[in-house]
């Protein structure tokens, strides 16, 4: 099995603001008009996204939302761990791997909304997964869980919004 460098360098990932690494493999060429899509969106959207997703164990992806749906899919190495806080406060967790008997899929969908983060299940390895959003990702769709007030809205998931949220003055995009 090839490292995490190996990968980051062949397929040319860059630092990630929520963490880990990425490049954007695809965007579409045709987009959706503003005032054919939900009021969440600040303008045009291209009809979907995807990128390649890097996470080395000790990093984690940060809690963050975003406008559209995520469906990540596994490529290579350890488990990823994702952990979803509702606006409710339920709280879901699930494995992104290739043992399904381990209880891990292949791919998920995170609901637009919705409060995520993840962080890779097995120590010394990595996680290298992709991610399409349709209607595509525009950084003005992203948000980021700040550690305050998700704590404030969520204390009964304490460890994990300790673990996975930033520190507010640290979040910019």
Known sequence: MK???????TLKLSEHP?????????????SIAKKALPSR???????????FF???SGEVSHFHRLKSDEVWHF?????LVFHMLAET?????FRLGRNPEAGEALLAVLPRGVWFGAEVARPRSFA???CTVAPG????????GRREEMLLRFPQHRSVIERLAIVARSCQV
Not at 3 to 9: D, L, P, R, V
Not at 75 to 79: A, K, N
Request: hydrophobic share 25%.
């Open 3 to 9: 490292n995490a460098e190996y990968w980051i360098k």
């Open 18 to 30: 929520e963490g880990g690494h990425f490049r954007e493999a695809y965007r579409s060429e045709e």
């Open 41 to 51: 969106y600040s303008g045009p959207r291209a009809f979907s996204t995807s990128i």
């Open 54 to 56: 890097l996470l080395k």
């Open 75 to 79: 490529y290579e190495g350890s488990p």
């Open 89 to 93: 406060g339920k709280y879901r967790q």
């Open 128 to 130: 290298l997964s992709g």
């Open 137 to 144: 990702f525009e950084f003005d769709d992203f948000e980021f």
